[in-house]
Nanobody, 116 residues
Framework: QAQLAESGGGLVQAGGSLRLSCEVSGLIFGNYGMGWFRRPAPWKEREMVA????????SYTDSVKGRFTISRDGAKKAVYLQMNNLKPEDTAVYYC?????????WGQGTQVTVSS
């Protein structure tokens, strides 16, 4: 049974930084692409923030380019999201995602709140 566990969320002032972590178990980590998504409010759609393929190729949504960095560590079976220069509009529940050949798994989410 695949499990993804996020950590590192919290309350930060605008301009500050946070580092989210996602520890993965129950799957062959090296096969999976990994992503971070966020949902700003329960009635809004979950949006992709950043992704990193098994090859290491990365992709970012335009609003976070230059501020967020996604990385992965195969030895620790973990994926990270370094978030710098945070803005109030980055406030959301952030979810870790693993995907491979039609399979997809989600973590429970971690709250990030950015105050102005």
């Amino acid at each position: 049974q695949a499990q993804l566990a996020e950590s590192g969320g919290g309350l930060v002032q605008a301009g500050g930084s946070l580092r989210l972590s996602c520890e993965v178990s129950g799957l062959i980590f090296g096969n999976y692409g990994m992503g971070w998504f966020r949902r700003p409010a329960p009635w809004k759609e979950r949006e992709m923030v950043a992704s990193i393929a098994s090859t290491g190729d990365t992709s970012y949504t335009d609003s976070v380019k230059g501020r967020f960095t996604i990385s992965r560590d195969g030895a620790k079976k973990a994926v990270y999201l370094q978030m710098n220069n945070l803005k109030p509009e980055d406030t959301a529940v952030y979810y870790c995602n693993a995907y491979y050949r039609g399979l997809t798994y989600w973590g429970q989410g971690t709250q990030v709140t950015v105050s102005s």
